[in-house]
């Protein structure tokens, strides 16, 4: 049993930066690679980013290359989502989630998941 939970979402301007959090817990933190998704109201839920257990590997959306940063921290079973140049379409939900399996971009692929940060974006 794994337990996710985000925070560090928030209202910024255009262009700026946040950085989302999310804390684990769950003994074998360490050997489910981790994704972030997010969701807007009438809109299916959206790969954002994943990292592997180890960290050594990473995927983005495309469109989203360049400007977040997935890592994590095994020791302190935490993930975090580094968003820079922040756009008003990057206003959603943002949810943390884990997998047993590979890092994929693959929503039903995940089996747990967090309550999710409102992140907006303002313009």
């Known amino acids: 049993q794994v337990q996710l939970v985000e925070s560090g979402g928030g209202l910024v301007q255009a262009g700026g930066s946040l950085r989302l959090s999310c804390a684990a817990s769950?003994?074998?933190?360490?050997?489910?690679?981790m994704g972030w998704f997010r969701q807007v109201p009438g809109k299916e839920r959206e790969f954002v980013a994943a990292?592997?257990?180890?960290?050594?590997?990473?995927l983005y959306a495309d469109s989203l290359k360049g400007r977040f940063t997935i890592s994590r921290d095994n020791a302190r079973k935490m993930v975090y989502l580094q968003m820079n140049s922040l756009k008003p379409e990057d206003t959603a939900v943002y949810y943390c989630?884990?997998?047993?399996?590979?890092?994929?971009?693959?929503?039903?692929?995940?089996?747990?998941w967090g309550q999710g940060t409102q992140v907006t974006v303002s313009s």
């Open positions: 989630a884990s997998t047993g399996g590979i890092a994929t971009m693959t929503t039903p692929s995940y089996n747990y």
């Open positions: 769950g003994r074998t933190f360490r050997s489910y690679a």
């Open positions: 990292i592997a257990w180890s960290g050594g590997r990473t």
